[in-house]
Structure formats: structure tokens, C-alpha cells
Nanobody, 115 residues
Framework: QVQLVESGGGLVQAGGSLRLSCATS????????MGWYRQAPGKQRELVAL???????NYADSVKGRFTIFRDNANYTVALQMNSLKPEDTAVYYC?????????WGQGTQVTVSS
């Protein structure tokens, strides 16, 4: 069973920073690409960032230069460091992995950026 446990998130003013973390099992962490998606009210879920097991990364254009995704190998965790946050970054953020062509999601964590 694939478990993705998210932490972090919260309320921050524009220009501030937050870090999200997603913990999983060693099996998942060592074998599969993981990523972060977000969904704002009334909008579709969208990709924020991905990281492969060799730490190759991919970012949405809207977050390039502000967000960094990285792997914590000691704790089987993928983190998303979010800097220079904007009100339009407000959304529920979800950790994701794809195993056997099936998507698995964390429970979601709310990020709210006030102007």
C-alpha cells in the first residue's frame, strides 16, 4: 500500500516562505518519481514540481525560481521549499506518486498567501 503523509503548509503573507514535506516508505522513495500538485478553488489540479529518484527536477513555469523540490534521503521525504510566495499560490497542495500507472495522493495541505 502506498502512503504519502504530508506536513507543513499554513498561512503566510505575500513574499514569505513555507516548506512542505511528504514522507513515504523506503520502497516508494527509492523506486518512483514523486511530485507536488496543487488545486485552487474552482480550478483543476495542476503540477507544481516533480523529482526523480536521481533528483532530476521539473517545475511549472509559474513557480520556477521561487520553489525548490528536493529529496531527504535519510527520512524518505520529498520536500517543497516555497519562497517569494504570492496570493495566486494559494491552494491545497498534494503529494503524488505514480505506481503501476496508478496515481496515489496524499491527504492535501492548505497553503494560504495573504496580500
Amino acid at each position: 500500500q502506498v502512503q504519502l503523509v504530508e506536513s507543513g503548509g499554513g498561512l503566510v503573507q505575500a513574499g514569505g516562505s513555507l516548506r512542505l514535506s511528504c514522507a513515504t516508505s523506503r520502497n516508494i522513495f527509492s523506486r518512483y518519481t514523486m511530485g507536488w500538485y496543487r488545486q485552487a478553488p474552482g480550478k483543476q489540479r495542476e503540477l507544481v514540481a516533480l523529482i526523480t529518484i536521481t533528483s532530476i527536477t521539473n517545475y511549472a513555469d509559474s513557480v520556477k525560481g521561487r520553489f525548490t523540490i528536493f529529496r531527504d534521503n535519510a527520512n524518505y521525504t520529498v520536500a517543497l521549499q516555497m519562497n517569494s510566495l504570492k496570493p495566486e499560490d494559494t491552494a491545497v497542495y498534494y503529494c503524488n506518486t505514480n505506481v503501476g500507472s496508478r496515481n496515489f495522493w496524499g491527504q492535501g495541505t492548505q497553503v494560504t498567501v495573504s496580500s
